[in-house]
């Protein structure tokens, strides 16, 4: 609301009944600039708003639009008037679900939409003809989850684009060609948010240096088993000061000694030595206001959640290569959330099975026979988990058929299988189907099946079974638990 007022009385000591000399020897103290008396123009605007309609024509730096009722602006319309210059005012708007309109609107035009629910996310404003030459065009927004964005002008964008974030309220003023742009307390640092802020390339075996991509997109592959030997990353155009620094875990050498930063190269080419992890952070006043934000596509895993602000993102004690990443700076708090692992450290994910493991032996026979355990009933409600059943078992070497699976899961896991805990039915001695659990492996292809408690109860083996194989268990309705 001070602006709005500020505004209005800048706009009244401009425009009262003061006589023609008075104009043009007096000063905007806002600005700093003369304005003379026989070129004052004036921009008046209005917004459609969301459940309301079309607001009333404000003008010269008042609010249209909304701020606090969480209501999108989806159309609007802007005009030049009491100019004596030839030329106006040119908008045009980007809408959710269309993207930037492909032509400028003009002169009272409407821009965006009406009827349709779609919010405007960003707009930008120039001046056209004579106007232009003498004066500026500055303008900002009111964005969902960010406030009011810096002033800006001149036909640069205002607001976001690529976070679904709604316009809500817009503010318009003309000064003399020059000024300096307005100046509020409630603006943020930002004038224009999109993933462009940062921009990143990857070393790529059998294909070498990738060509750079922007914020949020793949750099690297996915699918073709090719690993990220080295990365770079850089910063692009953001409005405070500050660097991006970023470190790798690298196959034979583990995590570099130091940071690097701002376009220098993390890892290694020409050795053939494969990126397993990655450290991403941002310095001085660009951590103050943005967070960067990543995600790792890892061997035998896939897309690993993402994470931010110098977490680690990937393997560590697996050998397994990362084969793509992406990376987005955004402002605080509006990164992506995940509630999956962004890394997977064996030792400490898995911290019982290796204990085991560093006992039997580091080898799948091993772990299967110390999973052959003590029959003791349990509960059988998948939905507890694996890592639920596993510590029953790690602690007291003995359980049911889902803790036996649920450790045998975890230790093939530790040893870099592709396992997965099962959950189903089978037949029961007395008649009738039981919940049962044992764990797949997928070995060059195929699946096998792995069931400690069928060994247990059966005495015969249940290591590296296949289904329906003669004198095993009829498992059905089964699915896996992770």
Not at 415 to 431: F, N
């Amino acid at each position: 609301m001070g602006s709005n007022n500020y505004f209005r009385t800048l706009a009244k000591g401009i425009l009262a009944g003061v006589t023609a000399v008075s104009i043009a020897a007096g000063v905007i103290g806002s600005f700093g600039l003369d304005i003379q008396a026989d070129s004052n123009p004036s921009v008046s605007y209005c917004t459609h708003v969301q459940n309301i309609g079309w607001t009333a024509d404000v003008k010269d730096g008042e609010i249209s639009g909304t701020s606090g009722q969480s209501l999108r602006v989806e159309a609007l319309k802007i005009k030049v008037s009491d100019s004596s210059y030839s030329g106006g005012i040119e908008y045009r708007s980007h809408v959710q679900n269309i993207g930037w309109e492909s032509s400028w609107r003009s002169d009272g035009a409407e821009s965006g939409t009406t009827g349709n629910s779609l919010r405007i996310e960003a707009l930008a404003i120039r001046l056209t003809g004579e106007l232009n030459d003498y004066y500026d065009v500055c303008y900002r927004t009111h964005v969902q989850n960010i406030g009011w964005t810096d002033w800006t002008r001149d036909g640069l964008p205002s607001g976001s684009e690529g976070y679904s974030l709604r316009v809500e309220a817009i503010q318009v003023v003309l000064v003399p060609q020059g000024a300096d742009l307005p100046s509020s307390e409630d603006s943020t640092v930002y004038r224009f948010v999109d993933n462009k802020t940062v921009s990143y390339q990857t070393h790529v075996q059998n294909v070498g240096w990738q060509s750079n991509v922007y914020g949020g997109q793949l750099s690297g592959t996915t699918g073709r088993s090719l690993r990220l030997e080295g990365i770079k990353i850089s910063l692009n155009d953001l409005p405070v000061s500050g660097s991006i620094e970023y470190r790798t875990h690298i196959q034979n050498i583990g995590w570099e000694d130091g940071f690097v930063r701002d376009g220098e190269m993390s890892g290694t080419t020409g050795q053939s030595l494969r990126l397993e992890a990655i450290q991403i952070r941002l310095t001085g006043e660009a951590a103050n206001y943005y967070d960067v934000c990543y995600r790792v596509h890892a061997q035998n895993l896939g897309w690993l959640g993402w994470t931010s602000n110098g977490n680690s993102a990937g393997t560590e004690g697996m050998s397994y290569r990362l084969e793509g990443i992406e990376i987005i700076v955004c402002p605080k708090g509006l990164g992506p959330t995940d509630s999956r692992a962004a890394f997977v450290n064996i030792r400490q994910q898995y911290a019982q099975a290796c204990a085991v493991l560093d006992q039997v032996g580091w080898n799948l026979p091993a772990a299967f026979n110390w999973c052959v355990m003590k029959y003791v009933k349990c509960a059988t409600d998948p939905g507890h988990g694996s890592r639920y059943f596993a510590n029953i078992g790690f602690t007291n070497h003995s359980g049911n058929c889902y803790v036996m699976a649920a450790c045998f899961y975890e230790m093939a896991k530790a040893l870099g299988y592709d396992a997965h805990q099962m959950t189903g039915v089978v037949p029961l001695r007395r008649g009738g189907m039981g919940p049962h659990s044992w764990v797949e492996i997928v070995i060059d292809g195929k699946i096998f099946v792995f069931d400690p408690d069928f060994q247990c109860e059966s005495g015969r083996s249940g290591y590296q079974i296949y289904y329906k194989k003669p004198g095993t268990w009829m498992y059905s309705n089964y699915r896996r638990m992770n």
